[in-house]
Structure formats: C-alpha cells, structure tokens
C-alpha cells in the first residue's frame, strides 16, 4: 500500500476509534474480520461486495 493510502486509513481507523470511545487497534481488527467474511482485501472491494450482498444501500 502506497505510504499516503496507509497514512489516510489510519487517520480513518483513529477518527472511527475516537467517536465510537475503542482502541484504533480494534478498529483495524474489527476491519480485517469484516474484510474476511467477505472474502476480500481493501476497504474498496469490502464496499464493493457489501453492495453487491445487499449489504448496503446506494
């Protein structure tokens, strides 16, 4: 992963642990078993699958 990607998801991993009071380690593991049980690696193919299962709305 491109150095300023990393840095970006660990902004978004630290703001997500902020507002919901958790570790941002939770929050990346929390992550890493969602992208499991879809099969996939990134948060973009996550989304990707998520919308395709029904998951989520457009």
Not at 6 to 12: F, G, L
């Given at each position: ?27 990346k ?30």
């Open positions: 992963m491109p150095h300023q990607r990393r840095d970006q998801a660990s902004a978004h991993a630290a703001a997500a642990a902020h507002r919901c009071s958790i570790g941002e380690s939770s929050v593991t929390y992550l890493l078993r969602v992208f499991g049980k879809l099969g996939v690696d990134d948060r973009t193919a996550a989304v990707t699958s998520a919308l395709r299962y029904g998951l989520l709305e457009q």
